[in-house]
């Protein structure tokens, strides 16, 4: 297997996360977003959105969504779990990382592609009114994390899941983007969380 990443990108990093907490080596082919290989003929023929990661398997076949490449990768080394272990526990894993990357991840991403002058070149055009809003929404989002810290240890309940792994690199990607602190909005759970996540030796895969 080979798989497709860019270093510091959010999603390529949620992977190499995933991989380093069970352990994972896989030869890596890095694609520069900047020089825009991930729109060339030969990415587009693995990918034809564009986007990373992607997961290319033995038979030639490629896996993308960073979801689905965890799902898979999980299923090939289920130790230490990630994804839950019963039925009830992989629905509720799933919901918080769900709720995750639509209410946090996604609407970062969005703040940033159409507010950074960086990502000019990436997003074309920007909406900068659109991007304000959704960073406006992220840090009311951001709020309501803070509250489910409050009551649990971890994004989805009692232990580490890929839900944390997920909400801390959308949160780290706002934090070199956005310039976001949780303790600067006094979201002091969600600070404690944070740094707590940043001290496993997974925390530095993909950057």
């Keep these: 297997m080979k798989l497709y990443t860019a270093p510091r990108a959010p999603n390529p990093r949620r992977v190499a996360m995933f991989m380093a907490e069970k352990g994972i080596a896989l030869p890596l082919q890095n694609v520069d977003l900047g020089a825009g290989e991930h729109r060339s003929e030969s990415y587009l023929a693995l990918n034809p959105f564009g986007r990373l990661p992607a997961l290319e ?23 230490p779990n990630l994804m839950g ?21 996604a609407i970062a991403a969005n703040a ?4 950074h002058p960086g990502f000019a070149p990436l997003e074309n055009p920007q ?28 994004v989805a309940g009692q232990r580490f899941t890929i839900a944390d792994i997920t909400a801390f690199c959308a949160f780290d990607f706002a934090r070199g983007l956005m310039k976001f602190r949780p303790a600067e909005q006094g979201l002091m759970h969600l600070q404690a969380w944070r740094d707590r996540i940043a001290e496993r030796p997974s925390a530095s895969a993909g950057t």
């Design 127 to 154: 909406f900068p009114d659109f991007g304000t809003s959704q960073g406006e929404k992220f840090r009311e989002n951001a709020r309501w994390l803070d509250g489910v810290l409050a009551a649990q240890p971890y």
């Design 112 to 115: 940033i592609r159409h507010c």
């Design 85 to 105: 272990e019963s039925a009830e526990e992989r629905a509720f894993i799933e919901m918080a990382d769900r709720r995750i990357e639509l209410h946090l991840f």
């Design 57 to 79: 398997l033995d038979d030639g076949r490629v896996l993308c969504e960073t979801r689905a490449i965890c799902t898979y990768l999980e299923g090939l080394h289920p130790s």
